[in-house]
């Protein structure tokens, strides 16, 4: 079983994932925070195997939030959200620690696959974003 922490700052957003991943046989969403800060406090009680992370949250950025808990625990994985399709989101992100990017608007293409590969030790980037400038 894989557990996942969501941290979205849009209550709709964090609701429909929930609801979305509650369905699925490997999946258990554990937390799910409104904010960096809550995520910050969080995690050292739930220890997820992967975070989805809002890059855009304030006020602290999804990328700020990945850089200070993959620095505190290496082995959290962590994927960032966003509907930013330029890759330097991307690569901010990624330099931050996170092991997966997913396009918010191809969620429902990309969000179980990259839980998948992320889990299993890999790197995920939805299409749509140019990989040769990452």
Known sequence: MISIVIAEEHPDVRTAWSV???GRKN???TGVCANGMEVI???PDLLPDIILMDVNMKP???IEITRKLTSEYPDLKIIG???HISSEYVKRMMEAGAKGYVLK???EED???AIEEVSNGGTFISE???RKRL
């Open 60 to 62: 602290v950025s999804g």
């Open 41 to 43: 406090e969080m995690i």
């Open 27 to 29: 999946v258990q969403v």
């Open 111 to 113: 969000l179980l696959a």
């Open 20 to 22: 979305y991943l509650q």
């Open 128 to 130: 749509g974003i140019n």
């Open 81 to 83: 959200l966003s509907f």
């Open 105 to 107: 608007f191809r969620v």
